[in-house]
Structures are given as C-alpha cells and as structure tokens.
C-alpha cells in the first residue's frame, strides 16, 4: 500500500507564531521554540521508510524555508491559515486513491515518538481501521489519518480542534466505518503545557530524543530563566 503523509506547518515568523506563549516567552523566542518544533517533526517524517512526504504549509511566501528544512519532500501545497481544516480535506480529496494511506500531522506534539507514524499506517493497512486518530492532550488532533479512497470522509471532521475521543469517535462510528486511537500525546500552545514539556523533556532521555532541538532550546530558555 502507497503511504503518504502531510506535514502541516507555520513558518517561524516572530509575532505571528505561538502567540499564546509570549509571556512568558518574548516573540523572538517563541518563534525559535516554534522552529524546532517544525525541524523536529520534520525530520521524524522524512525518516520513515517507504513514505511520501508532503509539507502544507503557510504563509506561501515562505516556500523557501520548507524546501530547505524538507529536501526530501515530494511536494509542497501552500495553504491559507484561517481555512486549515478545508485545505486539509482538499489535500486527502488530492492524495487519496485505490490502494494509499494518507496520514497528517501537525507540529505542535514535538515529544511524539516516530512509531507513532507506523501505528498509524498499520491500522490502515490492516483493513480495520477506515480513519486514525491522534488525541492532543488539550481535547483536539495531533494526527488524522485515512485509507478511504476519496478521502471525502476527512472532511466531516474539524481538525484540529474536534475531539477525536468523543466526537471523532462517535463520528465514525454513525458512518459504519473503523477506528483507530493513538496514544495521547502533548500538544504545545500555552504557557501551562510549556511547562509540561519542560517537565517531559527534563525528566525523560525517552521523550527528548524525539525532539532534539527542541530540547536544547528548551535548556537555553532554563539558563536565561525564560521557562
């Protein structure tokens, strides 16, 4: 089966990213924290076997740092950032077909172990699963994943900010169609989870090495009392 899978991304703009984390942060550094989100989630997709890699991503203008942060990708859809959970639907409407999995994911779960994206593909591929879902522990999606052949399914679901739990679940269930849930993973975009991450980080070699930049901003921001 062709597995495919989406990043979905921001450009670190100063000011214009992870705006809910200044303060503590000031704008500069949460753009840089934001950076190594992308770079980390990046480089846990460019490494899984036998996948295609896309980047969505936003603003279009910023094209230049995703073709550099993402060499390997086959192809990059720029997307506007009030209309994400449409442009999301009309990339599975795009990638889909007879015989693919197309999995997304977004880059605000730095510590997500890359397994995460064979779990994902497995449940495809083995038939029982029609969507995967990946529940944020702020009640949203970290990942959305289908192996339906028009992908017109994907559009009933609001990512990110439906609860795949509860909602999600419940969704597919109506539809007749299987499910799969992820592991719950932590999503970063205000100031209490900042502080989870710093924790998980700190306080797990098995959780860091999934987010090695991340990481070492992280202990640049202890040293400078930001966090």
Not at 44 to 60: I, S
Not at 91 to 118: K, W, Y
Not at 123 to 151: I, K, Q, R, W
Request: glycine share 8%; hydrophobic share 45%.
């Amino acid at each position: 089966m062709r597995r495919i899978l989406i990043v979905i991304a921001k450009s670190p703009v100063p000011g214009w990213v992870k705006r809910r984390l200044t303060p503590p942060l000031d704008t500069a550094s949460a753009a840089t924290l934001h950076k190594c989100f992308v770079l980390d989630t990046l480089d846990k997709a460019a490494a899984v076997p036998d996948t295609e890699l896309v980047v969505a991503f936003t603003p279009e203008r910023e094209i230049a740092f995703f073709r550099e942060a993402a060499p390997g990708a086959g192809m990059f859809i720029p997307w506007p950032e009030a209309d994400a959970g449409s442009t999301l639907a009309s990339c599975f409407q795009e990638l889909c077909g007879p015989d693919r999995s197309v999995v997304a994911i977004g880059t605000d779960a730095p510590t997500m172990p890359a397994r995460s994206f064979e779990l994902a593909f497995n449940a495809l591929s083995s038939g029982s699963a029609e969507v995967v879902f990946g529940p944020a522990s702020n009640g949203g999606c970290y990942l959305l994943g289908t192996s339906a052949h028009d992908g017109s399914v994907l559009g009933k679901f609001n990512w990110p900010a439906f609860n795949p739990e509860g909602e999600g679940v419940e969704l597919a269930a109506g539809l007749g169609i299987g499910w799969y849930l992820l592991p719950e993973m932590l999503t970063v975009d205000v100031p209490s989870e900042l502080m989870q991450l710093k924790k998980s980080l700190f306080e797990s070699a098995g959780e860091s090495m999934w987010a090695p930049r991340t990481r070492l901003y992280m202990e640049c921001l202890k040293d400078t009392g930001a966090i």
